[in-house]
C-alpha cells in the first residue's frame, strides 16, 4: 500500500505516522525525544525513528514509503532543508533533509516548521477546512502563528511570517527571551498564565489547567489572571487580524483545552476591539497534538506532487 512517512518532532517527545495516500493514518507511534542526551543523540534519535518506520511499511504495507515529511520546531530553512537552531534542542544548521533522505534509501524530505506544518493540517482537514484564509495561533509554551492562503501555508520572505506571540502588546511589560518587552507570549501563553496563577495562588505548583478549573469555579483570583491573559491575546488577534484578514482565526495549544472558559470572554475581547475590521470566525482547533505529524504527512504528499507535475 502507498504511504510516506510523518515525524513532528518535540521538545520532550516525537509523533510519527505512517500516511496512505487519502490521509489515512496507517500506523502511528511515539517515542521520547531525548534531548537531554545533546543534540547530536536528538538526530540520531529522529533517523532512528524514520528508519524504524520505513521497515514497519516494508513489513506490514508490502513496500516502502514513498517519502517523508517532518517537522520540527525553531527556525527552519525549508527550501534548503535545513534545521537552523532549536533552543530546546540544542541544535544549529542540522542538515537534516540530506540526512534523512540518505538514511531512508534517497526518497524525497520534506522538512517544515511545526506550527507551520500544524497550521497545514488545521487548514486542510482541521478547523480551518474550507478556510481560503485562516490564522492558526496555539498557546502553548510561547505562541507561534500560521498564515493559511488557499490551502498553503505563507512562510515569509525569510522563514518567520506569522510569529504573532513577538507582538508587542505591553510596552512596559516583562521581558522575552527574544529582548523585547511586553511580546503577546509574555503574558498570554500557556506558560505566561502558569506563572501568573502559581504567584496569585501561592502555589508554585499550579499551572494554566489549574487556573482555568479556578476560573470555571468562580475564584475571583483566577478570574483577575485569565482575563488579563485574555485581554493582552485579544490585543495581539486584533492587530494580526487587522494585517492580514483572515476568514477564520483557529486557536489551539495548551490554553484552547479550556473550552469555552477561554473561547467566551475572547471572542467578546476581539469582538469589543475591532472597528473597521471584518470579525473572523475564531474557532478551537480541531486536531490537538495530531496536527503536526498529519501535517508533515501532508508535506510530504504535497512534495510526491510536485514531482509528478515537475
Avoid at 525553531?74 to 532549536?86: K, L, R, S
Wanted: net charge negative; hydrophobic share 45%; charged share 20%.
Amino acid at each position: 500500500m502507498r504511504h510516506v512517512i510523518a515525524l513532528d518532532v518535540g521538545g520532550t517527545g516525537m509523533k510519527a505516522a505512517l500516511v496512505g495516500a487519502d490521509g489515512t493514518l496507517l500506523h502511528e507511534a511515539r517515542r521520547a525525544t531525548g534531548r537531554e542526551r545533546g543534540a547530536d543523540a536528538v538526530v540520531e534519535s529522529i533517523l532512528g525513528f524514520a528508519e524504524d518506520l520505513r521497515a514497519h511499511g516494508v513489513t506490514h504495507l508490502g513496500q516502502p514509503a514513498e517519502a517523508a515529511g517532518v517537522a520540527v520546531p525553531g527556525i527552519v530553512d525549508a527550501e534548503a532543508g535545513v534545521a537552523v537552531y532549536a533552543a530546546n534542542l540544542g541544535w544549529r544548521d542540522v542538515p537534516l533533509r540530506k540526512l534523512l533522505s540518505d538514511r531512508l534509501g534517497a526518497i524525497p524530505v520534506a522538512l517544515g516548521h511545526d506550527v507551520r506544518t500544524g497550521g497545514l493540517a488545521e487548514g486542510r482537514i482541521g478547523a480551518g477546512r474550507g478556510a481560503d484564509r485562516f490564522f492558526f495561533v496555539p498557546l502553548g509554551t510561547g505562541i507561534a502563528g500560521a498564515i493559511g492562503i488557499d490551502g498553503a501555508i505563507e512562510a515569509g520572505a525569510h522563514g518567520s511570517a506569522g510569529e504573532i506571540g513577538h507582538i508587542t502588546v505591553r510596552p512596559d511589560g516583562p521581558e522575552c527571551g527574544c529582548g523585547r518587552r511586553g511580546c503577546l507570549e509574555t503574558l498570554a501563553s500557556a506558560a505566561a498564565v502558569t506563572r501568573a496563577w502559581a504567584a496569585a495562588s501561592g502555589d508554585p505548583a499550579a499551572d494554566a489547567a489549574d487556573c482555568a478549573k479556578a476560573v470555571a469555579s468562580g475564584d475571583e483570583r483566577a478570574v483577575a489572571v485569565w482575563q488579563e491573559a485574555v485581554d493582552a491575546l485579544a490585543d495581539g488577534l486584533v492587530t494580526a487580524l487587522t494585517l492580514l484578514d483572515p476568514r477564520t482565526l483557529i486557536i489551539g495549544g495548551g490554553l484552547a483545552e479550556a473550552g469555552e472558559t477561554l473561547f467566551t470572554p475572547l471572542r467578546a475581547a476581539v469582538e469589543e476591539r475591532v472597528t473597521f475590521q471584518k470579525l473572523p470566525a475564531i474557532v478551537p482547533a480541531a486536531l490537538g497534538d495530531t496536527a503536526g505529524c498529519l501535517g508533515a504527512g501532508l508535506l510530504a504528499w504535497d512534495l510526491l506532487a510536485t514531482e509528478v507535475t515537475d
